[in-house]
């Protein structure tokens, strides 16, 4: 499966955006997909996950309650919407998709996007 991330950008603190990500290639409905991100100098961290087919979804302690993940199978696409953005926010957002469960390990994902910049200032 191929993934295309976007819907990066600028954004004032407290500010909202929606990332989107779109798959292509082998049943996108049966796939687990994952949001990391990846701050400069740190390593790349979970962010939120939805299962196969919907439904059960998982947040890092640090985005619960202001982050939100869905997908909708009909157009191949997850989304994340991240709502009071926060300039600790800042970092490159991945997409990544695994045929094996919601999961927060990285290696478990074998398929990753290109990744898009979000950048919250202060």
């Known amino acids: 499966v191929q993934l295309q991330a976007s819907g990066g950008g600028l954004v004032q603190a407290g500010g909202s955006l929606r990332l989107s990500c779109a798959a292509s290639?082998?049943?996108?409905?049966?796939?687990?997909m994952g949001w990391f991100r990846q701050a400069p100098g740190k390593e790349r961290e979970f962010v939120a996950s939805?299962?196969?087919?919907?439904?059960?979804?998982d947040y890092a302690d640090s985005v619960k309650g202001r982050f939100s993940i869905s997908r909708d199978s009909s157009r191949n696409t997850v989304y994340l919407r991240m709502n009071s953005l926060k300039p600790e926010d800042t970092a490159v957002y991945y997409c990544?998709?695994?045929?094996?469960?919601?999961?927060?390990?990285?290696?478990?994902?074998?398929?990753w996007g290109q990744g898009t910049q979000v950048t919250v200032s202060s």
């Open positions: 990544a998709a695994n045929e094996y469960g919601t999961t927060r390990d990285i290696p478990t994902y074998a398929y």
């Open positions: 939805i299962r196969c087919g919907g439904g059960n979804t």
């Open positions: 290639g082998r049943t996108f409905s049966c796939y687990y």
